[in-house]
Each structure stands twice: as structure tokens, then as C-alpha cells.
């Protein structure tokens, strides 16, 4: 997952079930010490990664949401989650979406 003040981005299979294009969701680390509930975004790309292989079948697709109406309060947070979360991961897969 990338994450920044106005948006997202990462990557998934495609037979996934996903968010529909205007949807909610929630960041949460996965020890639950941070978590920012009830972000509202907009889908503004979903393309194919890959076309997938007989060793991985699956296609992978990226997709880039836009934040929509964060409240004050959100901000802060996200600003926070970006700034003293999400840096010191490293790409350590310690959150989930």
C-alpha cells in the first residue's frame, strides 16, 4: 500500500472481492495501537499490473483512490499515521486496509 495526504494506491488480484468505487474504509496497524476509521475515497484508477503466469494465474491489478471530505480530526490522524507509523514500517507488513 501507498499512502500519502491525498490518497492511496496498491496492488491486489483481481478475483478479489473489493471496495466498491465510492466506498469507506478503516487503517489499522496490526497490533491496534493506530487506527483511523470511516475514511470516505474515490477510485480514481484501477489497471492491470500483470497479465499473470501459469505459475500465478491470478492477474494482478493496481488501483489509486482520492480521499473525499476528511474531517479535521482525520487529517491530523492520517497526517500522523504517514509521518510516525507508516515511515518507521519499512515495508514491514504491519497494517492492513
Do not use: W
Not at 472481492?17 to 487506527?35: G, N, Q, S, V, Y
Not at 500483470?50 to 488501483?63: E, L
Amino acid at each position: 500500500i501507498d499512502i500519502s495526504r491525498s490518497g492511496f494506491s496498491f496492488q491486489y488480484a483481481e478475483e478479489r472481492d473489493l471496495p466498491d468505487r465510492f466506498e469507506k474504509f478503516t487503517i489499522r496497524t496490526m497490533d491496534e495501537r493506530f487506527a483511523l476509521d470511516d475514511i470516505s475515497f474515490e477510485t480514481i484508477s484501477d489497471v492491470m499490473a500483470n497479465a499473470g503466469s501459469a505459475a500465478h494465474p491470478s492477474v494482478m491489478r493496481r488501483r489509486g483512490g482520492r480521499f473525499n471530505g476528511l474531517t479535521p480530526i482525520q487529517d491530523e490522524q492520517l497526517v500522523y499515521f504517514i509521518d510516525n507509523v507508516a515511515v518507521n514500517m519499512k515495508n514491514e507488513r504491519r497494517c492492513s486496509i
